[in-house]
């Protein structure tokens, strides 16, 4: 789940408590600014009010332009990165082969270790290899939160919050940052466990885009959500990506049984567990329930659900034009030679 953090417990902040002073009565009051009038002294000017975030849809302006060129360019890099794939893997076909074949022959050295290492990395689909990466991305910000030194920087760049300063790199940062080490298992377990079915169906390429690029608009959804209820504080989870990912999968797999960890001998449809989280997160988010982030959740979900219907369509099957000009720029480019080659 994306929690909303609260600051003051988890980061070790704390508020100073205010000093409660008796209010004057009004003659007193009057007295005192009689006295100054007569002394040719100004009375004193009221200690300044501590600043409320105001509901200003304005702020939003440059984490909307940065939610749709972050997700334009995830998922053009995600086409070129698709393109370098397939043309490194005819390239290196015939020198595959022939390391195969020299594999064979030589004699087998590796190390005790590292053969074991090497087996259970070759025994992971292709879904799991790509996760692995997100999950040690995760793993690094959690340790960060340890450092003390770093708490600043943390709560700052890794916490989204519509009020703070830094609005637009918190969207993306945040999605790699939990503070409990509970909330990160139980956020990785779930990614874990649907990475496979996901990456069969898109692609690491296409996976890594939307992943990235769901992250961002589930925070920008937040962020809207926030600003229009007036309640302003920092949150942080990989869920709002990760519900894009459990959504999509359900949507395109309905039919597909699932159940939960501690429960196996309940199971239940895809289509049915996606209908009661979202029914869930808008029960939450109508209200006002606040340890989660139920915007979030819900903008992540949403974004599953229109990209399998919708979005695989307009977006990923239209990548053509931009993957032929990539293309035509590495086979005309400086340094390109004849083949096409760099």
């Known amino acids: 789940a994306r929690f909303t953090l609260q600051t003051q417990q988890r980061c070790g902040f704390r508020k100073v408590a205010k000093k409660v002073e008796p209010k004057k009565g009004v003659a007193e009051e009057v007295e005192q600014t009689e006295i100054l009038h007569k002394k040719g002294e100004a009375p004193a000017p009221d200690p300044p009010t501590p600043r409320i975030p105001a509901r200003s849809f ?5 984490p909307l332009v940065f939610t749709i060129g972050f997700t334009g360019c995830s998922f053009g890099g995600a086409a070129i990165w698709q393109y370098e794939s397939l043309k490194s893997r005819v390239q290196s076909y015939f ?5 195969d074949w020299l594999e064979k022959k030589r004699p087998q050295k590796q190390a005790g270790l590292g053969k074991q290492v090497n087996q259970w990395w070759n025994s992971l689909s292709d879904g799991q290899k790509t996760v692995t990466g997100i999950i040690a991305a995760n793993a690094l910000v959690f340790c960060c939160w340890r450092v003390p030194s770093l708490q600043r920087t ?17 969207m993306l940062l945040s999605t790699f ?8 298992a ?8 649907f990475s496979s079915s996901i ?21 920008f959804v937040s962020y809207v959500s926030k600003t229009a209820m007036g309640r302003f504080g920092p949150s942080l989870g990989a869920s709002g990506a990760i519900m894009t990912v459990l959504a999509a999968v359900c949507t395109k797999m309905p039919e597909a049984k699932l159940a939960i960890l501690f429960l196996p001998m309940y199971p239940f449809t895809a289509g049915n ?7 869930l997160d808008t029960t939450g988010l109508i209200l006002g329930w606040r340890f989660f982030d139920h915007a979030a959740h819900l903008g992540g979900a949403l974004f599953g659900i229109w990209y399998i219907i919708y979005g695989h369509e307009l977006i990923w099957k239209n990548r053509e034009p931009l993957v032929k000009m990539w293309h035509d720029f590495r086979t005309r480019g400086p340094g390109a030679g004849g083949n096409g080659s760099m």
Request: net charge positive; aromatic share 12%.
């Open 58 to 62: 304005g702020r939003l302006v440059k």
């Open 273 to 279: 567990a996606l209908k009661a989280i979202v029914a």
């Open 199 to 219: 990456v069969n169906m898109m692609g690491k390429e296409q996976f890594m885009a939307l992943y990235l690029s769901a992250g961002v608009i589930s925070t």
């Open 95 to 99: 020198d595959d082969v022939k390391a």
């Open 186 to 193: 139980a956020n990785m377990y779930v990614l874990w466990s």
């Open 154 to 170: 943390m709560v700052k760049y890794f916490t989204s919050n519509p009020s703070s300063k830094a609005l637009c790199w918190p």
């Open 177 to 184: 940052s939990h503070y409990s080490l509970f909330h990160m």
